[in-house]
């Protein structure tokens, strides 16, 4: 994972708004794009993490690229609450799951970097295979089974 970036690039400029969303309504005036070590985004996410550990990120959805505490609380809250029941499908599915909007054609230039980007990763020396047993609890993953990845949005189930 890539803590470089605490807001998306270019993520004011977009519309992540979903206006049909009525538990979670979008405050004017207010951007929902990606902040944070996982770049959450939506109004319905950032309303339920709000809602969840305890701040207004409806209001204030800066506070998830302001605050360290609030941030990483609010990424924890999104991979246990969409991530982490589906890591036992595989590295392709918490992509899946995180960055589902690419899918099907919608961003089709940032799912080959990411495959390439585990590729080049999966072909260097680095100790890939620890770091993912121990912090993602799959089972290891080399280029020779990577077959599920290349697609990251063919998944099943």
């Not at 970036?5 to 794009?33: F, H, L, M, T």
């Amino acid at each position: 994972m890539d803590f470089c970036y605490i807001k998306e690039i270019n993520g004011a400029s977009r519309d992540y708004c979903d206006k049909n969303n009525k538990q979670y309504p979008c405050v004017p005036g207010k951007g929902y794009y990606g902040r944070g070590p996982i770049q959450i985004s939506w109004n319905y996410n950032y309303g339920a993490a709000g809602r969840s550990i305890g701040f207004n990120g409806l209001s204030n959805p800066e506070a998830v690229a302001n605050d360290a505490g609030i941030a990483f609380k609010t990424a924890f809250w999104f991979w246990m609450n969409n991530v982490h029941s589906v890591m036992n499908q595989g590295f392709d599915a918490t992509i899946r799951a995180i960055n589902g909007m690419e899918c099907n054609g919608g961003n089709s230039g940032a799912v080959n970097a990411r495959v390439g980007s585990l590729q080049r990763l999966l072909q260097s020396n680095w100790c890939f295979h620890r770091w993912q047993s121990l912090l993602l609890g799959f089972g290891k993953v080399s280029s020779k089974n990577l077959h599920g990845f290349n697609d990251i949005c063919n998944l099943k189930g």
